[in-house]
């Protein structure tokens, strides 16, 4: 293992305390427990929370600013932040009007942040509530279904709400709604390599691919050969057209999504894919998304989200955000 | 090789038409030779125009829109664009105010570009001038470094001088100005793949690096143990530093560059210990840039960028832009 690191105990700190001195909209309050928050910390708004693992970034504090997150509570690598972490994070970042948890369906996360809410709830005296995103198809089952990239348009789109000074309730139920409507599919061609094991988290031949990956090195759902990127394309594209099921006149967000060792030529490339494939089945795209959004440390891969919008998503899609990785204005 | 491609003959082909369905502010205006540029283009302004070898996205094309290049000129994967193409970016984007081409200081794009400048000029009664950037301090004679991330300074910085109505020789002056006083330094921890060759460009070890490596899949200066990244982030920026040099007291803008297979997580370590180091020199940093600015296809690595400012520099990097990947608001 080569990376640009001191040591993998230290790596979730250091990449925090670059990312604030790289941003002066961030700061950490607590140097153990790694969490961001924006440094307008008093205002009458409902106060989105998200988190996890690390090793996804920019997820999740490179969505912490105007009009998306105000704070992200930062786990170790592919870990879950402990109930601590994110108690502290409630109980320095919410107002009165409530706090909204965006949390990704693992079990580790959902529980942590869950007990976290109960007792900020009992302790502070906090309107606390919480959404849960599972908007990877390659799960069958949808309890099971993980939280990927589709998150990002859950803070986007939620934080657009809260910023406009709805109420927590407004707030979940537009959430509900980005969760009802997104579905993701992802790729690897590599797996990525966690500082602390040191060596990929699974072993690919040199003509395979994995299809229907999560963002946490495990395996996908299944082992193909390697096929061109229209074809890849096709498949991923059917899988996550026929869940919703999304149809001909649908308006859609969609997210090109690189796990952080692809370049962004690849990304591109894809997107100029699942763009021709969606304009054959007459499914129009508002606006589109290319880049390192949700990424899995170094893997070489990408993923495909698409969220069906109305015109009460299109309008928040586009509010005004001013965060690390989401600008818009 | 393993790529999210369909061949490597039409990836520009097909990455460019990725990025212009992405982004409704660019389109291409000629298929074949793959020219970027801003939708609206009938004003009375300087046009500022570069490019060179594709492969490292999001430059050149991520960079056209307000406040920074008119047109991107998209050559094959690291090979110059020919003369018709300049020459072609040139007659489509140029206003009576002239045009300033930005170049790195590679043989063959200094060549094609010049000669392109020297053809409008006579064909099209243009005004073209042309500015050579050369950052890249692992080169110790000044004529022959490479152009490398420091040109997106002169990008943003020379495009918002040509967005406030500066003139072209006042545009020449402030690009001239970026260059004398930008300087960088790259390493890689593994090689690029080209798509069209098909393996990396070189062998490393598992324990070695390149350090001082350009941005065309070219071997570093030397081939260096792997150590820690404070230990790499030390010998780099004591190199820009002194090259300059740079002082105590000056104030900076920093560019921590990924060349594309590089997660997010190390680039922000990487800031991290660079930011500890011109802390301890006393140089402050006005801003900072953190992300995938001028990528080496997939390599794996990272480049630091300084650029020295003075009070006219800082309002012109804190102008308003709006490309795929410099926003600023």
Redesign the interface.
Known sequence: M??????PKT?VN??????I???PNLLAYDEENVVISRKVKKRNKVFLISGGG??H??AHA?YVGPGMLDAAVCGDVFASPSVMQVYNAIKENHSDKGVLLIIKNYSGDVMNFENAADLAIEEEEVKVDSVIVNDDVAIEKKEDRRGVAGTLFVHKIAGAAAEDGASLEDCKRVAGKVIRNVRSMGVA??ACTVPARGKPTFDLE??K?EMGVGIHGEAGIRRDK?V???E?AKVMTDKILKDLPFKSEDECALM?NGF??????????????V?QILNREKIRVYK???G?YM?S??M???SISLLNLDSELKKLLSSYS?TVAW?E?
Chains 1, 2 share one sequence.
Do not use: H, R
């Not at 080569?2 to 040591?7: A, D, S, V």
């Not at 250091?14 to 990312?19: A, I, R, S, T």
């Not at 952080?260 to 894919?273: A, F, R, V, W």
């Open positions: 080569k990376k640009l690191i001191n040591e790596v250091e990449l925090c305390k670059g990312m001195e790289a941003n690390s090793g970034e920019p490179g061609l590599k040199a003509d691919i390697w061109s990127v229209d890849m090109i952080g060792g692809t370049p962004l030529q690849e990304l591109y490339i894809l997107n100029n894919e763009k589109t998304f290319v390192n990424t440390i170094d070489a891969g990408a001013n600008k204005f």
